[in-house]
């Protein structure tokens, strides 16, 4: 199966930018079958919750509306990778962020449904 693997985290002033990446490898027939792609993310002590999820050629977006506005998510297929800008971050952005994948066309929030997932990468937001 496809792996995703996860950068681009580190630590960072509040008020200030990342941008993440999520590199998907393997097999190119197993890659060509990743449709949707989306940003989820996990703080200490809390349930993973979805960021942001993009449709297979990008005309497609959802934002949880704790992101929306601040956060951008991209794609480049050519070079099957995942972004996601972060600006505006502030103490409550402070997470591992996931990269996840599924073969389904639907842009959805529902973790449930992604089959494919990377290691994360953690963001720190200092006050």
């Known amino acids: 199966q496809p792996k995703l693997a996860e950068s681009g985290g580190g630590l960072v002033e509040a008020g200030g930018s990342l941008r993440l990446s999520c590199l998907a490898s393997g097999r190119t027939s197993e890659i060509s079958e990743i449709r949707t792609m989306a940003w989820f993310r996990q703080a200490p002590g809390n349930e993973r919750e979805f960021v942001a999820a993009?449709?297979?050629?990008?005309?497609?977006?959802l934002y949880s509306d704790s992101v929306k506005g601040r956060f951008t998510i991209s794609r480049d297929n050519y070079r099957d990778t995942l972004y996601l800008q972060m600006n505006t971050l502030n103490s409550e952005d402070t997470a591992l962020y996931y990269c996840?994948?599924?073969?389904?066309?639907?842009?959805?929030?529902?973790?449930?449904?992604?089959?494919?997932w990377g290691q994360g990468t953690l963001v720190t937001v200092s006050s």
């Open positions: 996840a994948a599924r073969v389904g066309v639907v842009v959805t929030r529902n973790p449930d449904v992604y089959d494919y």
């Open positions: 993009i449709s297979h050629r990008g005309d497609s977006t």
